[in-house]
């Protein structure tokens, strides 16, 4: 079954270190999306791809920075860890108007 | 820019009742689409129900259903027959009807506790 994936579920790192999210989607789904979940304001767009070398900034895109070399995988980079970038981060991919289906999330605490 | 607004930050309702979660937008857009997403403590995001703005009739999928109101720009969810289940956090979110993109837009959401 298709499937997207997301890795580590749970990673704590110190702040001013260089964070690495992985999303790796077998849809063969040309849209791929991140997004950060905080308490009190929902899910907040990143970054997003809608194929392969192609990459937009979001909503809250400051200090995050994403790579589309292949169609299956869309990483995100924090460039240098903040605490205020502690959060449940959500990878999600979709055809072009159908429906987006989310990964598992990372929990990702910045000390 | 679209906004999403979810004024009910948690909800409580007896098993086997039935309980309604809030929602507003706001958009210029005339092509577009809602949903409703449950996200229970797994975190997992699961789609529960979706509404083209095109379509009058509201959507319903099994105990979860919609009001619609387009003129209003409200996006209601009711569910019925209350299940432990059904706790969870709920979202409402947005989608422009463009062709190539399908990014979400999402509200504050919304933590739904069911009681035995």
């Known amino acids: 079954d298709a499937e997207i994936t997301q890795s580590p579920r749970h990673k704590i790192t110190e702040t001013g270190r260089q964070v690495t999210l992985a999303c790796h989607q077998t849809w063969n789904h040309n849209n791929m999306f991140w997004y950060r979940q905080d308490l009190g304001h929902g899910l907040r767009l990143i970054h997003y791809?809608?194929?392969?070398?192609?990459?937009n900034k979001g909503e809250v895109s400051d200090g995050y920075s994403v790579s589309r070399s292949n169609t299956e995988d869309l990483p995100l980079t924090l460039e240098s860890a903040a605490s205020s970038q502690t959060s449940v981060y959500f990878c999600?991919?979709?055809?072009?108007?159908?429906?987006?289906?989310f990964g598992q999330g990372t929990r990702l605490t910045v000390v | 820019a679209q906004t999403v607004t979810q004024s009910q930050p948690e909800m409580s309702v007896q098993e086997a009742e039935t309980v309604t979660l809030s929602c507003t937008y706001d958009t210029s857009e005339s092509d577009y689409y809602l949903f409703w997403y449950k996200q229970p403590p797994s975190r997992q995001m699961i789609l529960v129900i979706r509404?083209?703005?095109?379509?009058?009739q509201n959507a319903t999928e099994n105990r979860f259903s919609v009001n619609f109101q387009k003129a209003a720009k409200s996006f209601s969810l009711k569910i019925s027959d209350s299940q432990l289940g059904d706790a969870a956090m709920y979202f409402c979110?947005?989608?422009?009807?463009?062709?190539?993109?399908?990014?979400?837009?999402f509200g504050e959401g919304t933590q739904l506790t069911v009681n035995p």
């Open positions: 509404q083209e703005a095109y379509k009058q």
């Open positions: 999600a991919s979709s055809y072009p108007r159908g429906q987006a289906f």
């Open positions: 979110a947005y989608r422009r009807g463009e062709t190539s993109g399908s990014r979400l837009t």
């Open positions: 791809s809608y194929g392969v070398q192609d990459t």
